[in-house]
């Protein structure tokens, strides 16, 4: 059940920027609301699970702590698969990040105590490279912008905790507000989002 996946990762979440459990530090993992709710849209650009071809595959995770920790986990989250993915490539994405294949995925599953059925639908991605735009099926968007510094260059974050967890290239990930809105009634909270980082990512499990 070898895994060996690459891809971009962004993500958004409820608290202000820059979310505090980036940093991997549990005395600083206090979400700003009390609770935090996050949507994390995978582009996989190449690689394998299981024997299964993922290559251009995309998926929104979406997950709802109750808090006031990230460690505190409890959390209700869905996949949203975008509809071009096939059968097999459908069963093997929900293994991968129901994290039954081990890797990064392996350990926000474990935050999770519900799994709402995964839905299957269009996403629309707009992306030109600094600013990105993903109208998943008719529940939620997420908008994200990379943040720059006066002299125009991307401000990034290296070998923050969850950087390396998530075996983020050089363990450094840029820093990208977002501006999202997810509205499923199946979750607990409708809500938006202002946090976010946008980074490529590697997984090789064995």
């Not at 209700?76 to 459908?90: G, P, V």
Request: proline share 4%.
């Amino acid at each position: 059940m070898a895994m060996k996946l690459e891809g971009e990762l962004i993500e958004t979440c409820s608290c202000n920027v820059l979310c505090p459990c980036w940093f991997g530090v549990r005395e600083l993992m206090k979400m700003d609301k009390g609770w935090c709710d996050s949507a994390l849209l995978f582009r996989i650009v190449n690689g394998e699970s299981n024997g299964v071809d993922l290559a251009g595959s995309t998926v929104a995770y979406v997950c709802c702590l109750p808090g006031p920790t990230l460690f505190d986990g409890d959390g209700t989250a869905r996949l949203y698969i975008d509809e071009s993915a096939k059968e097999e490539q459908r069963r093997e994405l929900e293994a991968v990040f129901h994290g039954q294949r081990g890797g990064p995925t392996e350990i926000l599953a474990g935050l999770m105590s519900s799994w709402l059925p995964s839905e299957f639908c269009g996403i629309d991605i707009q992306d030109d490279g600094e600013q990105l735009s993903a109208k998943v099926g008719e529940v939620g968007e997420i908008r994200s912008a990379i943040l720059k510094n006066e002299a125009g260059d991307a401000m990034t974050v290296q070998d923050a905790g969850f950087a390396v967890a998530f075996s983020f290239a050089d363990s450094r990930f840029r820093v990208a507000p977002s501006d999202s809105r997810w509205a499923d009634p199946s979750l607990p909270r409708t809500f938006d989002t202002r946090s976010g980082a946008r980074s490529s990512w590697s997984w090789n499990v064995a």
